[in-house]
């Protein structure tokens, strides 16, 4: 079992930057991949980055490529999201997930584990 708590959501101008952090529990957070999506009110929840747990790769969505960056402590059993650039649409609830490595990384359905979420709102 995994539990994932979510911290550093806020509100921020346009053009401002946030780092969103995840702390996991568990002796196996090195191994797991993991995974950052958000849902905005009255859309789908989808994905903005994840991070292997075998190479550390990571994966984006064009709308956020170049602009966030994904990245983990395995000493801390934490992940990052580190947000620049924000605009308004980037407002939403973004949610840390864990997983096994997968090439379907964009899929919910590849992770396991769900934080509760942190709210991010841009203004303009």
């Known amino acids: 079992q995994v539990q994932l708590v979510e911290s550093g959501g806020g509100l921020v101008q346009a053009g401002g930057s946030l780092r969103l952090s995840c702390a996991a529990s568990?002796?196996?957070?090195?191994?797991?991949?993991m995974g950052w999506f958000r849902q905005a009110p009255g859309k789908e929840r989808e994905f903005v980055a994840c991070?292997?747990?075998?190479?550390?790769?990571?994966y984006y969505a064009d709308s956020v490529q170049g602009r966030f960056t994904i990245s983990r402590d395995n000493a801390k059993n934490t992940v990052y999201l580190q947000m620049n650039s924000l605009k308004p649409e980037d407002t939403a609830v973004y949610s840390c997930?864990?997983?096994?490595?997968?090439?379907?990384?964009?899929?919910?359905?590849?992770?396991?584990?769900w934080g509760q979420g942190t709210q991010v709102t841009v203004s303009s």
């Open positions: 991070i292997m747990g075998s190479d550390n790769n990571t």
């Open positions: 997930s864990a997983g096994g490595d997968t090439m379907a990384v964009d899929r919910q359905e590849s992770y396991i584990y």
């Open positions: 568990g002796r196996t957070f090195s191994s797991y991949m």
